[in-house]
């Protein structure tokens, strides 16, 4: 299949940055970070692999805006943080042409008895203290040579609480749709006064709150035409991730993805292709109406060319989210643009680097080779190959699922791993999952009784390189 991606690799400018393509990377946590914060390595290492790889702008994780302890995570709380940050940016712009914008973030406290202060704690002292550290944090940003800022105001932290239809302050702060706006929106002007008109701010916030009693994209619509209004050049646009669903855990403090909302901000293997698009189809539609142009970022499943391409030229939204897939495969941008999709290695949504985040582990990729820290990178050109015998893909259908079972492929460098496809009979074929290498064997718990389906499987090497199809099989559950 050829993919056309001329969309998606066109050019948009954002106040004073021009991104060279429309895909994004949304803010990813890696815990490669100690707890005092400043950038390392492994840090750089994941980020100038992004750059290299070609994504229009690579929003950097959450950096902690205040001196809250927290586990490991950056921070831009003071000027001993610049050089750090400032040598990471360097090295990204020798590494690519993309735009990278830092997020920085606030959020309360929690403690591991499941205590966690609420927005109805804070003093109004303790509300200006957010805004002076968002304002500061900025101006960090720009001291550090970073081409734009993302204000985190999405999930479970601070400006996204405020923002919450479960904020229960009975002040200027909380309870009426504009009173929860407040805090956000002078953040966001303090912001732009500090940081000056051509500097791009981002927002990050969410569409739908996905708990119970929260906002959906109903009010989004109107929260983002404020942010905008307020003087936010983009708008990027996820979902969940609250604590008021999170499960309790004994003896860990809360963490606010394990819940249904959480599912919704990273929507796992259950869930269909572009999830959460309606929301930031919703929210564009309606800033257009009111005249805004701000660029909107779609995030969640998107992780094919043909999806991408889709929602940009249907007008969904302006720019392509890809966390997960990234993640996965750094290059992604720079094959598809080569027009090698064939050679991307593709998320499987299997969540493994969420359950690291969650754990405060380093986050890696499921499908990466164990124990690496940063996704495997080779320009090999050379395929990987099925034995002389072939596959030998066997299907047994007995035990109320299907499963699969084929011989291990050879390649001069490494297999790394196998795409499952699957197809109803007579109907086409699509890859439904993947595993890492040296793993030879699948079950397929998702198929039912009463359809006939056939599979095939293909090898793939650290560069990306497939064998051929193996040959089909067919199954059915028995
Ligand atoms: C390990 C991990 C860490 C994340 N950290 C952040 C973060 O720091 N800030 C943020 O706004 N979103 C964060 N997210 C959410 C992603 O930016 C993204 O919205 C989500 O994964 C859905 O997009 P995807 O389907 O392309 O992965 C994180 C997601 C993952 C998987």
């Not at 304002?135 to 970073?146: H, S």
């Not at 009463?450 to 067919?474: C, F, H, I, K, P």
Request: hydrophobic fraction near 35%; charge should be negative.
């Amino acid at each position: 299949m050829s993919v056309v991606s001329k969309t998606v690799f066109s050019e948009l400018k954002i106040n004073s940055m021009t991104l060279p393509n429309r895909i994004v990377v949304p803010a990813m946590v890696t815990r490669l970070s100690g707890e005092d914060g400043f950038v390392n390595d492994d840090i750089t290492n994941r980020y100038v692999r992004f750059a290299k790889g070609g994504a229009g702008l690579v929003v950097l994780e959450a950096m902690a805006v205040h001196h809250s302890k927290s586990g490991p995570l950056l921070r831009i709380c003071d000027d001993e943080f610049v050089p750090g940050l400032r040598g990471l940016r360097d090295q990204m712009r020798d590494a690519g042409p993309g735009c990278v914008v830092p997020q920085i973030i606030h959020f309360l406290k929690i403690s591991r008895s499941g205590w966690r202060q609420k927005v109805e704690d804070l003093s109004i002292s303790d509300i200006d203290a957010i805004v002076d550290a968002y304002a500061a944090a900025a101006v960090r940003t720009v001291a550090a040579g970073y081409d734009g800022v993302e204000l985190h105001m999405a999930h479970a932290y601070t400006l996204s609480s405020f923002l919450s239809r479960l904020n229960k302050r009975r002040d200027d702060y909380g309870g009426s749709l504009n009173r929860r706006l407040h805090l956000p929106v002078r953040v966001i002007q303090s912001v732009r006064r500090e940081v000056g008109d051509e500097y791009p701010i981002g927002v990050r916030f969410d569409g739908e709150e996905c708990i119970k009693g929260g906002y959906t994209v109903e009010e989004a619509r109107l929260i983002a035409l404020r942010l905008v209004q307020s003087g936010v050049d983009y708008v990027s646009v996820s979902a969940g991730g609250k604590f008021e669903d999170a499960q309790p855990r004994e003896g860990e403090p809360p963490y606010p993805y394990t819940g249904y909302s959480g599912d919704r901000c990273m929507p796992g293997k259950t869930y269909p292709n572009g999830a959460n698009l309606y929301i930031a189809a919703g929210i564009k539609e309606f800033l257009r109406e009111q005249g805004h142009s701000a660029p909107v970022i779609a995030t969640g499943k998107i992780n094919t060319p043909d999806l991408a391409e889709s929602i940009l030229t249907d007008g969904n939204a302006d720019l392509i989210g890809m966390a997960r897939p990234i993640l996965c495969d750094p290059d992604w941008p720079r094959k598809v643009e080569a027009g090698n999709w064939e050679k991307v290695i593709r998320c499987c949504y299997a969540n493994v680097c969420k359950a690291k985040d969650e754990r405060f582990q380093t986050v890696t990729c499921f499908l990466w080779p164990r124990s690496s820290t940063q996704a495997p990178e080779s320009d090999d050109v050379v395929e990987p190959t099925w034995p002389e015998t072939g596959a030998a893909l066997t299907a047994d259908g007995t035990k109320g699922r299907i499963s699969l079972k084929w011989e291990p492929a050879t390649d001069n460098e490494a297999v790394y791993g196998y795409d499952i496809w699957r197809a109803i009979e007579g109907g086409e074929f699509e890859r439904i999952d993947a595993v890492p290498a040296p793993v030879t064997a699948y079950h397929d718990t998702t198929a039912i009784k009463g359809l006939r389906y056939m599979y095939r499987v293909r090898g793939y090497d650290l560069a990306g390189n497939r064998t051929q199809a193996s040959g089909e099989v067919a199954a059915e559950i028995s």
